[in-house]
């Protein structure tokens, strides 16, 4: 089973980009974040004769995420993050596919930080934490995979001097990300290569792809009952250099069915 993540920075705008990609690569499963479309405008009929079944929950101009199963069912479990009613944000969904429970998120940027955004980020960080430790605690195979705004070390941000006051590098953000992944998770990517430089986004600015000077900040984490049947994993990052894509990369993992 392949699974893939990826921020699509404007699902309409980049559906070219997304539909060439599925048909090149053909992931089972698509988690996708930043849709920047309203629940009624996210292009399900491309994607149904792309040949997925999807589920998505939308918001005008920002955020928004969708999962994509190919010939598989989805089974919604929830399209929000729990521990704030009033968070109205489409920053998460979850769902059931092939027994697998698949967590998608987009976690705040949090930028400028210190601040009420970097408040904002810290506090989503800490309920992801408690709904993450519920899911370890089912004992169920779950995926969490997404945008999450974070580099968790030196070696996952080019010139990494530059971003010590950025609120993806801050202290206080990696210590979170770390936090999380000791309760028990497998980053699926730093545990294929652990030594080696991979980044996932390049921003527009100052030819950024064309130098490799990127950032690390999409993950999959893996439950135990996951980790073990990871195969191989990597980042399509020929799609960014396409014309009109994203700044950031596909990225995926191959599960041993």
């Known amino acids: 089973m392949k699974i893939a993540t990826y921020n699509v920075n404007g699902v309409?705008?980049?559906?070219?980009?997304?539909?060439?990609?599925?048909?090149?690569?053909?992931?089972?499963?698509?988690?996708?974040?930043?849709?920047?479309?309203?629940?009624?405008?996210?292009?399900?009929?491309?994607?149904r004769d792309a040949g997925y079944n999807a589920l998505w929950h939308g918001q005008k101009s920002w955020?928004?995420?969708?999962?994509?199963?190919?010939?598989?069912?989805?089974?919604?479990?929830t399209r929000a993050l729990p521990g704030d009613p009033e968070d109205e944000h489409s920053r998460y969904i979850e769902a059931v596919i092939n027994g697998i429970t698949v967590g998608c998120l987009y976690l705040p940027n949090g930028n400028p930080a210190p601040g009420p955004k970097f408040d904002y980020k810290l506090?989503?960080?800490?309920?992801?934490g408690f709904h993450a430790a519920g899911l370890l605690a089912s004992g169920k195979p779950v995926v969490l995979t997404g945008d999450y705004n974070v580099m968790p070390t030196e070696l996952d941000v080019y010139k990494p001097e530059r971003w010590l006051t950025d609120a993806l590098f801050r202290p206080e953000t990696r210590l979170a990300f770390k936090t999380l992944i000791d309760q028990g998770w497998t980053d699926a990517i730093r545990k294929l290569y652990p030594n080696e430089k991979i980044y996932t986004f390049y921003d527009y600015f100052r030819n950024a792809y064309g130098?490799?000077?990127?950032?690390?900040?999409?993950?999959?984490?893996?439950?135990?009952?996951?980790?073990?049947r990871l195969l191989a994993g990597g980042v399509d990052r020929n799609v960014r250099g396409w014309e009109k894509t994203s700044d950031h990369c596909p990225v995926w993992i191959q599960l041993a069915d």
């Open 12 to 47: 309409n705008g980049r559906l070219p980009v997304l539909l060439r990609w599925l048909e090149e690569t053909a992931p089972d499963i698509v988690c996708l974040q930043e849709l920047k479309a309203p629940q009624e405008k996210f292009p399900e009929q491309a994607i």
């Open 63 to 77: 955020n928004g995420v969708a999962i994509l199963a190919r010939n598989a069912d989805i089974d919604e479990v």
């Open 123 to 128: 506090r989503w960080f800490e309920r992801l």
């Open 211 to 228: 130098r490799d000077a990127g950032l690390r900040i999409d993950h999959f984490l893996l439950s135990p009952q996951l980790d073990g």
